[in-house]
């Protein structure tokens, strides 16, 4: 069944390829009229006769692709037997001579400037490319089209390539897919829409690529104007939140511990005069800075490169550094010098001081170099964890996690030394009123914990006496 993407193919890829395309491409369009075959002298209809007008032109070629064609696919009776016959369609018919005038205006001095702002819609004075156009409407898009194709980018013509944000392309194929949807019976679709057939555009995500690079943009230039306070990072979610499906927060704190966000420089204590530089290559750039393909310089000079395509006396070379020590390479590497570590194929790059250190402890530093800068904020992080744990309650109450109260009606019972009054069932805030009271009047006597025990009541005399929870 032949829908509109089918038009669309057939306007983009054959009539479009066909006029401004290259002219010696063969297509199915390729048939030649009765009353053409003696007019031109290669027989080819869409070649432009000597001194023909461009309306000319463009009404024969309307005449011939949406009348001839059509008329000569009717003759094969056998193929609409169990199919819907298309109409033909003659540009006398459909728009009579005089009715292609311009209605609108055209800014001569874009057009120009930049050719591909050349519009056939803002000629004929069409603004709204949502607007579904009539028969009549495409018929006088296709011919404007053709015609500022040959007037106003006649050098393209044999070149072109249906692009789709080429404007004057997008609105001949939509005008000719739509001339030949009418024909077959298929519903005409807007500017818009055909735009989004003939370009693969998926328009959810054409959109959602425009939401973010605006949400970029912003951000630029708030980096530009300095405004800290107001950086947002915003999540651009499937399905709303809050009824927002845009939801900005505070950026994230850069991580003090990488040395890629971290403005803390890297500094490494090394003894310059024994470490290698296969030593400096092997425990820190790769072991724990983590590059695959590491670059390293000093100043201009380039000490270590790994990669596929370097040639053999350069990598001779490296490797003839690589067992050398710091102090003697070709740039000497001492205390002060400043190493700039890369990884191309991460994308990494950081400045790492050296600072020369004559011993090192074995035991607390076997690797024979201490690298600051990396891990600092994560030791801290570390350290801040277990100074709350030994701040933590040291009672000796059971650390074990209270078991889950499921029964409805829950009894308090007070511990040894907390006054129960008439043996009444009493409310939890009232047990807590008595324990700051008793505290309150044993000032002078060391302070002790108020026990309090949940005792649960579910008609069971086994389980009358047991202790469930401990507060």
């Known amino acids: 069944m032949l829908q509109f993407v089918h038009c669309i193919v057939w306007g983009k890829d054959l009539l479009f390829a066909k006029l401004f395309g290259d002219k010696n491409q063969d297509n199915d369009l390729n048939v030649q009229s009765k009353d053409s075959s003696g007019s031109t002298e290669h027989g080819d209809v869409f ?4 001194d023909e007008g461009v309306v000319e032109y463009g009404r ?4 011939h692709v949406f009348g001839y064609n059509i008329n000569l696919a009717l003759s094969n009776e056998d193929m609409w037997k169990n199919r819907s016959r298309p109409k033909p369609y003659y540009i006398k018919d459909v728009l009579p001579a005089g009715h292609a005038r311009h209605n609108g205006t055209i800014d001569k001095s874009l057009v120009a400037d930049d050719p591909l702002s050349v519009s056939a819609m803002s000629s004929l004075g069409l603004k709204n490319p949502q607007d579904v156009w009539s028969l009549k409407e495409n018929s006088q898009i296709f011919l404007e089209a053709l015609r500022l194709f040959f007037t106003k980018r006649e050098k393209d013509i044999g070149n072109l ?4 944000d080429d404007q004057l392309a997008v609105e001949f194929v939509t005008a000719a897919a739509n001339i030949r949807a009418s024909s077959f019976g298929i519903p005409l679709h807007s500017l818009f829409e055909a735009k989004g057939i003939a370009g693969h555009i998926v328009h959810a ?13 912003i951000e630029a230039i708030k980096v530009l104007q300095n405004d800290i306070d107001n950086y947002r990072m915003t999540y651009c979610l499937e399905h709303p939140s809050r009824k927002m499906l845009l939801m900005p927060i505070v950026p994230f704190e850069p991580n003090r511990s990488c040395y890629v966000c971290s403005e803390t420089p890297l500094s490494l204590e090394i003894n310059t005069h024994r470490s290698k530089l296969r030593d400096f290559v092997e425990r820190i750039v790769k072991a724990k800075l983590g590059m695959n393909l590491p670059l390293i310089m000093h100043g201009s000079s380039l000490l270590y490169e790994v990669g596929d395509d370097l040639e053999e006396d350069m990598v001779a070379n490296y490797s ?20 700039t570590v890369e990884d191309l194929q991460q994308e990494l790059t950081c400045n790492i001081n050296i ?3 004559d011993e090192f402890d074995d035991e607390e530093e076997p690797d024979g170099m201490v690298l600051s800068g990396w891990t600092s904020s994560l030791a801290l992080e570390n350290n801040n964890k277990t100074s709350v744990n030994n701040g933590a309650s040291t009672s000796g109450l059971s650390q074990e996690p209270p078991e889950t109260v499921e029964d409805d009606e829950v009894e308090i019972v007070l511990a040894p030394g907390l006054n129960d009054v008439g043996g009444k069932k009493r409310k939890l805030s009232d047990v807590s009123e008595t324990c700051r009271s008793g505290n309150k009047t044993k000032s002078d006597e060391p302070h002790e914990d108020c026990d309090i025990v949940v005792m649960l009541e579910d008609g069971n005399p086994d389980d009358a006496n047991k202790k469930k929870r401990v507060l």
């Open 320 to 339: 003839i550094n690589l067992e050398k020590v710091l102090s003697q390479l070709p740039s000497p590497v001492t205390g002060g010098t400043i190493l």
């Open 161 to 164: 390539c249906f692009d789709k």
């Open 47 to 50: 070649e432009r006769k000597k």
């Open 205 to 217: 995500v054409a959109t959602t690529n425009a939401i973010i690079a605006g949400l970029i943009v």
């Open 355 to 357: 600072k020369h250190r």
């Open 60 to 63: 024969r070629i309307f005449d």
